[in-house]
């Protein structure tokens, strides 16, 4: 089975534009989570979504949303960028047969806000 | 927030030898789990033990979780050049999301 795919792997952006990151899922798998990770923050929870509805979210500004369309897939759109956004931003996907269980993660997007 | 701490913060042994790394946490989990980062990539899944449980193997990793001390310990033994990593414990508290620790940063010397 393909791994969780992230795209793109980088990007470079300039304070207050806007940005879209999408992620695919393992197939099969119907929960898509989203971290932040950053040198002064760490990992952080930003979303979770199940079956195209969102279960869960972090602890973030509304700048920062996404969804999940039917196949799974999900994006997440940071808008009005902030040089503090730059960061690695992680997908993560689990099967969820009984529990918030094992998540397997991509690669990762690393942002660069300017 | 970070519900964890990890302890140490950076860990350095030579090729062969164990590694112990100690993580901390606030609040009842369901499950705690164990991931490894490589050099900023994605992370790793190692293992999981549940909150019922009180030690757990896999391979060369032991991991053990105390929750009357809410605390959590992984064990890799006879390390190798390749366990070179940051490692993350992370829980579940029933919401839907993992809360990881601030990481070890490991160093296996060759």
């Known amino acids: 089975k393909a791994g969780v795919t992230q795209t793109p792997r980088y990007l470079i952006k300039t304070r207050g534009q806007q940005v879209t990151l999408s992620c695919s899922p393992i197939?099969?798998?119907?929960?898509v989570s989203w971290y932040q990770q950053t040198p002064g923050q760490g990992l952080q929870f930003l979303f979770e979504?199940?079956?195209?509805?969102?279960?869960n979210k972090g602890n973030f500004p509304g700048r920062f949303s996404g969804r999940q369309f039917s196949n799974s897939r999900s994006e997440m759109n940071v808008s009005t960028l902030e040089l503090g956004d730059s960061a690695l931003y992680l997908c993560?996907?689990?099967?969820?047969?009984?529990?918030?269980?094992?998540?397997?993660f991509g690669p990762g997007t690393r942002l660069t806000v300017l | 927030s970070q519900q964890g701490e990890e302890d140490p913060q950076a860990l350095s042994i030579q090729e062969g030898e164990n590694a112990t790394m100690n993580c901390s946490y606030k609040t009842s989990i369901n499950n705690l789990q164990w991931y490894r980062q490589n050099s900023g990539r994605g992370l790793v899944h190692l293992i999981l033990?549940?909150?019922?449980?009180r030690e757990k193997h896999s391979g060369r990793l032991r991991v053990t979780l105390d929750t009357s001390k809410k605390s959590s310990s992984l064990l890799i033994t006879a390390s190798r050049a390749a366990d070179t990593a940051s490692y993350f414990c992370?829980?579940?508290?029933?919401?839907?999301?993992?809360?990881f620790g601030s990481g070890t940063r490991l160093q296996v010397q060759p």
């Open positions: 197939s099969g798998h119907r929960s």
């Open positions: 033990i549940r909150s019922n449980e």
């Open positions: 979504y199940f079956s195209e509805t969102q279960r």
């Open positions: 993560a996907s689990s099967l969820e047969q009984g529990g918030f269980d094992e998540q397997f």
């Open positions: 992370a829980t579940d508290t029933g919401r839907r999301a993992l809360t």
